[in-house]
């Protein structure tokens, strides 16, 4: 199904005391280097949460090899919808052509149009921005665009405003709804939605989650994104760093009261980022939904 579809169905639920609206839940992948079953095995376990599409990275500057066996396999034996990213740093109109009629062929509806991160060691490529990738996606296909948001601002965009004026360029481009970047400060998202929405941005956006499984993963994302983590949530962090189970449950316990908050301010969906392993995002639906397949 289409993004725009997905996301304008209102799936009320009658399963707690009182009605509530279930968001859309996606589920972010990578490709992995190694041990593929293990990752159609995780995938497997995701899919028992009935996500609307499963959403595949891309390689920077089309370092990207395995992505289209990936997103067959996805598509064609684990028989679930798709959000192929795609970046445009680095590549030739004609390559990203090539590339979205294969994705067309084997029946992607979705693509999160980015401009990744531009190459040290080649050509800046053909499109300079997400916005100018975005506008060619839909003079040439039929496809159905997302966008990536940035709640606490892109890390190259020292303006907040500006960086919300660069998102409209991609929503007047077409781009179909917006994933934010994963964030821990509910509060920044939803006054990033205000901005957004005065600016005339009208499109759904998706927050982003990722919970968390170790400091050195919160340092590295922290060091490569501006993602600011609340001094509690550090605190606790430092106390479980030698203490693996410790810090999977805080990290799952963190994310199903922020995913609480959520959708009781009825977002529209949940996009998590998964890392390739369904066991943290598993049990936070558990939490936030109730049993897989509606089956309470
Ligand atoms: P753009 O929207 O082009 O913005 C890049 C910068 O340029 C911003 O600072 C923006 O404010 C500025 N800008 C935009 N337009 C203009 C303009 N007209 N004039 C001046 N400045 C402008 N990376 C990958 O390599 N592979 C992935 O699969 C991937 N998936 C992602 C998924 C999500 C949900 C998110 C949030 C990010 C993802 N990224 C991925 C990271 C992304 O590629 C980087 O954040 C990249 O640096 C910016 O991409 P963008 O599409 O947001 O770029």
């Not at 997103?71 to 109109?93: F, P, V």
Request: charged share 25%; glycine share 8%; net charge negative.
């Amino acid at each position: 199904m289409r993004l725009k579809e997905i996301y304008e169905k209102k799936n009320v639920c009658h399963n707690r005391a009182f009605e509530w609206v279930k968001p859309v839940i996606s589920f972010e992948v990578f490709p992995p280097k190694s041990n593929t079953g293990g990752f159609y095995g995780e995938l497997n376990k995701l899919k028992e949460y009935e996500p609307a599409f499963i959403s595949l990275t891309y390689g920077a500057a089309g370092k990207n090899n395995t992505s289209l066996e990936v997103l067959y396999r996805i598509k064609n034996e684990l028989r679930m919808d798709l959000m192929a990213h795609l970046t445009c740093a680095g590549s030739s109109r004609g390559n990203i052509e090539e590339w979205l009629g294969e994705i067309e062929l084997l029946g992607a509806e979705n693509v999160l149009a980015l401009r990744g991160d531009i190459p040290e060691d080649c050509s800046p490529g053909d499109f300079r921005y997400a916005s100018e990738l975005i506008r060619f996606i839909k003079e040439k296909t039929d496809l159905s665009v997302g966008a990536a948001g940035y709640p606490e601002g892109h890390i190259e965009c020292p303006d907040l405003f500006a960086d919300i004026a660069n998102l409209k360029k991609k929503t007047d481009a077409g781009a179909d709804v917006i994933y934010t970047q994963l964030f821990f400060d509910n509060d920044k998202f939803f006054s990033y939605v205000q901005l957004v929405r005065d600016a005339g941005i009208e499109v759904p956006i998706i927050p982003g989650i990722m919970p968390v499984i170790s400091k050195k993963q919160i340092e590295r994302i922290t060091s490569m994104a501006k993602i600011s983590v609340p001094g509690a949530l550090l605190n606790r962090i430092e106390k479980f760093k030698d203490n693996p189970s410790d810090m999977l449950k805080l990290g799952i316990d963190f994310a199903v009261i922020q995913c609480q908050q959520l959708i009781d301010a009825e977002v529209s969906g949940l996009h998590f980022y998964t890392l390739n392993k369904a066991y943290s995002t598993a049990q936070i639906l558990d939490n936030i939904m109730g049993v897989p397949n509606g089956a309470e």
